[in-house]
């Protein structure tokens, strides 16, 4: 590990963080998925659903259940999952392969429910885009990486008006970062400004790639 940034240097000469440098599962994850942008509906529901399962685990566990959560939640298709009824629930409490817990089970339904409602105002991609900030955190340790900031704490309470659950603010910023919205690589990572979304210099945007909707932070 290099001291004075919390990466370690692969094999391959490549530094990542310490929880992406020894799991091949997870170093994968971060090498090809993580920070990455996510803008397809279906995809970004599933990213709120399993950020939601994940409060209180490991994402590591998450992550090694995805193919089963895939399966138990119809590949996260909001139209099929809206349409879950108790009956489904019990069956989903009664799978090993994902987290069994009854809140966030519902809350998954609940919030395909959300996501089919807000097409009407511009569609759940859009309306989480429109939380990206001006600048991004250029953290040089683990230690440096906030666990919040005003965007998701603002994205958190916008969510809940509109019906979502399980979206609290440290949820949210987790899922800001998974998705690219900011990036929290470690300045010395092999990851740093590779999105797209930020350039590697500290807090500098790259190309214009998503126009924030204001009216959506007037709803927060």
């Given amino acids: ?18 929880w992406a440098a020894s799991d091949p599962l997870m170093q994968a994850y971060y090498d090809h998925e993580w920070g990455m942008p996510v803008r397809d509906e279906q995809g970004l ?42 009956a489904d629930v ?28 807000l ?6 991609v859009d309306f989480v885009w429109s939380f990206q900030p001006a600048s ?5 340790t683990f230690a440096d990486i906030p666990t ?24 949210m910023y987790a899922l800001m970062e998974a998705i690219g919205i900011i990036d929290t690589h470690l300045m010395d990572s092999h990851r740093r400004g590779t999105s797209g979304v930020w350039s590697q210099e500290a807090g500098m945007p790259g190309p214009p790639q998503h126009q924030p909707h204001s009216a959506f932070h007037r709803s927060a």
């Fill in 45 to 86: 529901y599933e990213r709120i659903s399993l950020e939601a399962f994940q409060a209180g685990l490991s994402w590591a566990t998450i992550l090694r259940k995805r193919d089963a959560f895939r399966r138990a939640f119809l590949d996260f298709h909001p139209e099929s999952v809206a349409a879950f009824t108790e």
């Fill in 148 to 171: 919040t900031s005003p965007e998701s704490i603002a994205l958190s309470k916008a969510l809940r008006k509109k019906g979502f659950a399980f979206v609290g603010p440290t949820t």
């Fill in 90 to 117: 019990e069956r989903l409490m009664l799978d090993a392969g994902i987290v069994r817990n009854r809140l966030k089970i519902k809350a998954a339904i609940t919030n395909a429910k959300a996501t089919i409602a």
């Fill in 136 to 140: 991004t955190p250029a953290p040089r």
């Fill in 1 to 18: 590990m290099t001291p004075d940034t919390g990466t370690i240097i692969g094999e391959d000469g490549l530094a990542r963080p310490l």
């Fill in 119 to 124: 097409r009407e105002e511009g569609g759940l």
